[in-house]
């Protein structure tokens, strides 16, 4: 019995490939039958017998036996003087079968064959990859940092797969070292020159909606969804949750007691600030708390234009745009809408204002300071409010502020 000796072969495929028994001999199989179509050109006559315990190979050769000289199909047929020399006891009408030995395909067709083994195992490795991690796409996995490069970290798997964390999926303040676990969420398979490459994410929306879930059970087990998260990595991020529980309050269940559950997550984040509100299709409520922690007055709706104008107090604008704009950012992600903010009484006009600051050459700095305690923090702010009620509110002079506010005019009216 001729045989090829796949052993090794077949504890790569089970041990180190992770290919099912089943794929690997319909792989194998598949392999020879193509050797026996460009051998004989057709296969229909043969069977590849795997044998995946022993790691042995049969093909086996079936033809009927007829008289001779009435061969039509050398394939399918042998004559009966023919079968007779292989075993004389043979009839006319039987089938013989017959093993074929691999040798007699030659040596570089088994060669072929064998590199064609291993392109096939090669493929199946790959789209066994692709599926699993696409199929996982979203999902919070663990990892060992391997190797860290200017623009991207390369870690492994529990089962040894590569992983990348670009730069630009990193939070800012991310540092890592080699041989760390990590956390992060499986955001997409690319493919790089045919070979996948799994993308990892910490600055992903998903990433945050992972750790909620793991952090809050009634997250987990359907009572509270999640809206909407918008997030600027490392900064600030927003999260629109509802309960279909009406005695469970989702914000205090999200945050915890004491801050209990939203800690974990913050740590995480590397000390992002994360506001949890509670979602609602009033969109007016939902800017209003979208624009968190500041405290809105009033506003205008243009739903036509999905525009918002909002008027805050003074005290309250910086709040409201947050630093370096963050905040109202994602107040207007987290909502589709494009917000605007006033002080509250200023005109939408865009009316000409100056800073109180690039007073601080006519106006002492101790000054200016008692002023922007009130929120009066330009020029105009105090000229909307009377001598009478700025002296009320702060802790200066009648005289003083008869000063400022004279300083204050004259500049406007040279300016106008």
Same mark, same amino acid.
């Given at each position: 019995?001729a045989?090829?000796n796949?052993?090794?072969?077949?504890?790569e495929?089970?041990?180190?490939?992770?290919?099912?028994r089943?794929?690997?001999?319909?792989?194998v199989?598949?392999v020879?039958?193509? =050797?026996?179509?460009?051998?004989?050109?057709s296969?229909?006559?043969?069977?590849?017998?795997?044998?995946?315990?022993?790691g042995?190979?049969?093909?086996?050769?079936?033809?009927?036996?007829?008289?001779?000289?009435?061969?039509?199909?050398p =394939?399918?047929?042998?004559?009966?003087?023919?079968?007779?020399?292989?075993?004389?006891?043979f009839?006319?009408?039987?089938?013989?079968?017959?093993?074929?030995?691999?040798? &007699?395909?030659?040596? +570089?067709?088994?060669?072929?064959a064998?590199?064609?083994?291993?392109?096939?195992?090669?493929?199946?490795?790959?789209?066994?990859?692709?599926?699993?991690?696409?199929d996982?796409?979203?999902?919070?996995?663990?990892?060992?940092?391997?190797?860290?490069?200017?623009?991207?970290?390369?870690l492994?798997?529990?089962?040894?797969?590569?992983?990348?964390?670009?730069k630009?999926?990193?939070?800012?303040?991310?540092y890592f070292?080699?041989?760390?676990?990590?956390?992060?969420v499986?955001?997409?398979?690319?493919?790089?020159?045919?070979?996948?490459?799994?993308?990892?994410s910490?600055?992903?929306?998903?990433?945050?909606a992972? =750790?909620?879930?793991i952090?809050?059970?009634?997250i987990?087990d359907?009572?509270?969804?999640?809206?909407?998260?918008?997030?600027?990595?490392? &900064?600030?991020?927003?999260?629109?949750?509802?309960?279909?529980?009406?005695?469970?309050?989702?914000?205090?269940?999200?945050?915890?007691?004491?801050?209990?559950?939203?800690?974990?997550?913050?740590?995480?984040?590397?000390?992002?600030n994360?506001?949890?509100?509670?979602?609602?299709?009033?969109?007016?409520?939902?800017?209003?708390?979208?624009?968190?922690?500041?405290?809105?007055?009033?506003?205008?709706?243009?739903?036509?234009?999905?525009?918002?104008?909002?008027y805050?107090?003074?005290?309250?604008v910086?709040?409201?745009?947050? %630093?370096?704009?963050?905040?109202i950012? =994602?107040?207007c992600?987290?909502?589709g809408?494009?917000?605007?903010v006033? %002080?509250?009484?200023?005109e939408?006009?865009?009316?000409?204002?100056?800073d109180?600051?690039?007073?601080?050459?006519?106006?002492?700095p101790?000054i200016?300071?008692?002023?922007?305690?009130i929120?009066?923090?330009?020029?105009?702010?105090?000229?909307?409010?009377?001598?009478?009620e700025?002296e009320?509110?702060?802790?200066?002079? +009648?005289?003083?502020?008869? &000063?400022? %506010?004279k300083?204050?005019q004259?500049?406007?009216?040279?300016?106008?």
């Amino acid at each position: 019995m001729a045989s090829i000796n796949l052993i090794e072969a077949f504890q790569e495929f089970k041990d180190d490939e992770k290919i099912d028994r089943p794929t690997m001999m319909k792989v194998v199989e598949d392999v020879f039958k193509t =050797l026996l179509r460009k051998k004989y050109g057709s296969d229909d006559n043969f069977d590849v017998i795997v044998n995946a315990e022993k790691g042995d190979l049969e093909i086996i050769r079936r033809r009927m036996i007829v008289e001779d000289g009435e061969v039509n199909d050398p =394939l399918a047929e042998i004559a009966y003087t023919d079968a007779a020399k292989i075993e004389p006891d043979f009839e006319v009408g039987e089938e013989l079968y017959e093993e074929v030995d691999i040798l &007699d395909f030659g040596r +570089r067709a088994i060669l072929a064959a064998k590199q064609t083994l291993a392109s096939r195992i090669n493929d199946l490795k790959k789209n066994g990859l692709i599926k699993k991690y696409e199929d996982r796409i979203g999902e919070i996995i663990s990892a060992e940092v391997y190797q860290v490069w200017k623009k991207e970290v390369l870690l492994i798997d529990e089962e040894g797969n590569e992983l990348i964390l670009p730069k630009s999926e990193q939070i800012p303040q991310d540092y890592f070292k080699k041989g760390e676990n990590i956390r992060a969420v499986i955001a997409r398979v690319d493919l790089k020159n045919n070979n996948p490459v799994i993308i990892l994410s910490r600055t992903s929306p998903m990433f945050l909606a992972k =750790l909620l879930e793991i952090e809050v059970p009634e997250i987990f087990d359907g009572l509270i969804s999640i809206k909407k998260i918008v997030r600027d990595p490392g &900064d600030r991020a927003k999260v629109a949750v509802e309960s279909y529980d009406d005695r469970i309050d989702p914000v205090g269940a999200c945050v915890g007691m004491k801050g209990s559950r939203i800690h974990g997550i913050v740590r995480e984040l590397k000390n992002e600030n994360i506001d949890v509100i509670n979602f609602t299709t009033n969109i007016q409520l939902l800017i209003q708390r979208s624009l968190t922690p500041a405290k809105i007055s009033y506003m205008d709706l243009d739903n036509d234009k999905k525009q918002a104008n909002v008027y805050l107090k003074p005290d309250q604008v910086s709040l409201a745009i947050g %630093r370096r704009g963050v905040n109202i950012k =994602l107040a207007c992600e987290l909502t589709g809408y494009e917000i605007d903010v006033y %002080r509250e009484d200023e005109e939408i006009s865009d009316e000409f204002d100056i800073d109180l600051d690039e007073f601080s050459d006519e106006i002492e700095p101790w000054i200016i300071d008692e002023f922007k305690k009130i929120g009066c923090d330009t020029g105009r702010s105090i000229l909307k409010l009377t001598a009478e009620e700025l002296e009320r509110r702060t802790d200066l002079e +009648r005289e003083t502020i008869d &000063d400022v %506010r004279k300083v204050l005019q004259q500049e406007f009216e040279s300016e106008d």
